[in-house]
């Protein structure tokens, strides 16, 4: 009993510290607003974007539904590493409470149809509209928790493409002898990674604001990373830092493995294109020409029989070639969004 009630003390006391960092990013943020609306006015809207207050739907459902919610530590890892301007209970709650909202619509409907149209009888209404609000209830729910995933997995990618440039862009200011303060704080008003550009916001706030020191805010900056990779060079630089001060010498030796392992994905990209590409000529230019040919001489023969030759050149210009033409369009899709 005493155990239990030490850990829903800790997590009251951690919900509070994590919403007392998303009012102060708010705040910060809101500073940040009207000082740039002062000086420059044309890049106020920009700046005002960011700052996010809560509405009702959501304070009601923080107040009422976040206390009862399950720890779930390897997803909420996941959803810090999302970027979304809200606390885990928050949005948690608010999902539960939407979609406990869009049952109703749907149990409604449901009861309409099966009662008017299709003149069931009560039993079976009552069982086929709850098994409709079941229905949209998990998928409600499931939508709500699948949209931080994917919201990572596409900062991840966005990121990691992005990086060899950017620790490019880090080893030139590291050589300037600029401090690593000042060197996210140029990556921060950077648009050239919109991704790395929040971290490195996260990373000046966590200094200015919350007064950490430079190890625990790369640490902290790390935590919150879309990419494994990523955050294992914030942690290498908060080593690194640590141990000798200076981190020029480790952002030159990843800016070089960086930009050599872009190099050999661009070369392996390279050679797929072109495999594609001869696999494009075989199979719509060069094959179809082949098989018409082919299929004209063997109507020719006499022993050819009734070969309805015109519907099948038909079907292989006007069906099978657009077909094979997207398919191969979708793959290359597939493959150059991944340079």
Excluded: C
């Amino acid at each position: 009993m005493r155990a239990g009630l030490t850990r829903r003390k800790k997590r009251d006391i951690e919900r509070v510290i994590e919403q007392d960092k998303q009012q102060s990013l708010e705040l910060l943020m809101q500073s940040e607003s009207n000082q740039m609306s002062s000086e420059k006015p044309g890049r106020s809207r920009r700046s005002g974007k960011d700052v996010y207050s809560r509405n009702a739907i959501e304070k009601f459902a923080y107040e009422h539904i976040s206390p009862h919610l399950p720890r779930a530590q390897r997803y909420r890892e996941s959803f810090e590493q999302a970027g979304l301007p809200i606390i885990f209970e928050s949005y948690a709650s608010t999902a539960i409470l939407l979609s406990m909202l869009a049952v109703v619509p749907g149990v409604v409907a449901s009861a309409l149809v099966e009662s008017l149209v299709i003149h069931s009888a009560a039993p079976v209404v009552v069982l086929a509209s709850a098994a409709i609000g079941a229905g949209t209830f998990v998928v409600s729910i499931l939508l709500w928790l699948a949209y931080p995933l994917q919201r990572r997995r596409s900062f991840k990618a966005k990121l990691e493409n992005q990086l060899p440039y950017s620790f490019g862009i880090l080893g030139v200011l590291s050589a300037a002898g600029i401090n690593i303060e000042r060197m996210f704080e140029r990556i921060a008003v950077s648009d050239s990674n919109p991704i790395l550009a929040n971290l490195a916001r996260r990373f000046i706030r966590n200094i200015k604001i919350f007064g950490l020191d430079t190890e625990s805010a790369l640490r902290e900056v790390a935590r919150h990373s879309p990419s494994a990779s990523f955050a294992k060079m914030l942690d290498s630089i908060a080593v690194a830092f640590k141990t000798t001060g200076s981190v020029h010498e480790l952002i030159m030796f990843e800016s070089t493995r960086l930009l050599a392992e872009k190099s050999d994905k661009l070369k392996k990209k390279i050679g797929d294109l072109a495999i594609m590409a001869e696999l494009y000529i075989t199979l719509v230019v060069v094959g179809p020409i082949i098989f018409i040919v082919m299929l004209s001489i063997l109507q020719l023969l006499p022993y050819s029989g009734s070969l309805p030759s015109i519907p099948i050149i038909n079907a292989l210009v006007f069906v099978g070639i657009p077909v094979i033409s997207i398919g191969f369009v979708l793959m290359l899709d597939s493959i150059v969004s991944r340079i």
